[in-house]
């Protein structure tokens, strides 16, 4: 089976832009969380959807949201974009609907920078 | 959320030494333990889990054991070897997240 892929794999933005990720679970999952990964906070929950729900959401401002398809693909979306926004950004997917007991698959990661 | 502390931060030992990272967890309800590797410029791969129902789980030179009664799992890495250099995470889950340890960065010399 083909694992989690993610596009972009980069992307550079300006500050008050906004940008889309869009990720696709391994075939099969239906579970899709995303994570915000930089050096000084580390590995931070952003949400995660399960059959086009969003389910949980970390503490993150208004301006990150996402959605889920039928199909699973999930995009995220950040607007109006602020220098600390920088980060990689990560969706991982899972098989089942319960909680994050579960194994975990992640992806390669959309790395953002904005200036 | 939970709260998960990962200790050390960093970690040097030679190669063939071995290795240990602690995390502990505040929420007494969690009963899954995972830690996941990061390579330099990839993606988090899952290395072993564990799941409350039992103490320890060996997978060759990787080893996880869980103290639930004080809350705190960690990873055992025997016979290091400089492939084993990376960065490696504890997860505890909450609800549908996974709350992540900040990580430590391991590095093997030879």
């Known amino acids: 089976k083909a694992g989690v892929t993610q596009t972009p794999r980069y992307l550079i933005k300006t500050r008050g832009q906004q940008v889309t990720l869009s990720c696709s679970p391994i075939?099969?999952?239906?579970?899709v969380s995303w994570y915000q990964q930089t050096p000084g906070q580390g590995l931070q929950f952003l949400f995660e959807?399960?059959?086009?729900?969003?389910?949980n959401k970390g503490n993150f401002p208004g301006r990150f949201s996402g959605r889920q398809f039928s199909n699973s693909r999930s995009e995220m979306n950040v607007s109006t974009l602020e220098l600390g926004d920088s980060a990689l950004y990560l969706c991982?997917?899972?098989?089942?609907?319960?909680?994050?007991?579960?194994?975990?698959?992640f992806g390669p990661g959309t790395r953002l920078l904005v200036l | 959320g939970e709260n998960v502390e990962q200790h050390p931060s960093t970690l040097s030992v030679q190669e063939g030494d071995s290795a240990v990272i602690k995390c502990t967890y505040s929420d007494s309800a969690s009963n899954y333990f995972p830690w996941y590797k990061q390579e330099l410029g990839k993606r988090p791969q899952l290395i072993i889990d564990i799941r409350s129902n039992v103490g320890e789980k060996k997978d060759q030179r990787i080893a996880v054991t869980l103290n639930k009664t004080a809350k705190h799992f960690s990873l055992h890495i025997t016979e290091t070897q400089p492939e084993d250099s990376a960065v490696y995470f504890c997860?505890?889950?909450?609800?549908?997240?996974?709350?992540f340890g900040k990580g430590t960065s391991l590095l093997v010399t030879p």
């Open positions: 991982a997917s899972s098989l089942r609907a319960g909680t994050a007991q579960e194994t975990q698959y």
């Open positions: 959807y399960f059959s086009e729900t969003q389910r």
């Open positions: 075939s099969g999952h239906r579970s």
């Open positions: 997860a505890v889950p909450s609800g549908y997240a996974l709350n």
